[in-house]
């Protein structure tokens, strides 16, 4: 039964931290890049983050670059997503998103990636 559990989500002032993680079963973490999206109310989804199968490559949008950072911990099936120095504009539902295994090392288009966590939402805000 494959399932892609995400929390950490919740209400920040701006500058605060949060930590994302997204806890995957049911499939081979091993062998899937995962990317982390978010999308605002009337905004297109837009891939802020992704790290590789081996995670030896990760990527970063230029608009959370220096703030956010993606890790992967293969023993417990978890990737996570530490976002530091939160601004309004980071707003928006975050998803983690899974790769088809043995595909590209970090896919750029939404539609390269199989699965998908339910979503949880950042709010940040005074």
């Known amino acids: 039964q494959l399932q892609l559990v995400e929390s950490g989500g919740g209400l920040v002032q701006p500058g605060g931290s949060l930590r994302l993680s997204c806890a995957a079963s049911?499939?081979?973490?091993?062998?899937?890049?995962i990317g982390w999206f978010r999308q605002a109310p009337g905004k297109e989804r837009e891939r802020i983050s992704c790290?590789?199968?081996?995670?030896?490559?990760?990527y970063y949008a230029d608009s959370v670059k220096g703030r956010f950072a993606i890790a992967r911990d293969n023993a417990k099936n978890t990737v996570y997503l530490q976002m530091n120095s939160l601004k309004p504009e980071d707003t928006a539902v975050y998803y983690c998103?899974?790769?088809?295994?043995?595909?590209?090392?970090?896919?750029?288009?939404?539609?390269?990636?199989?699965?998908w966590g339910q979503g949880t939402q950042v709010a940040v805000s005074s």
């Open positions: 998103a899974f790769s088809g295994p043995f595909g590209a090392s970090c896919p750029v288009g939404f539609d390269e990636y199989e699965y």
């Open positions: 049911g499939l081979t973490f091993e062998d899937y890049a």
């Open positions: 790290i590789s199968s081996s995670g030896s490559s990760t």
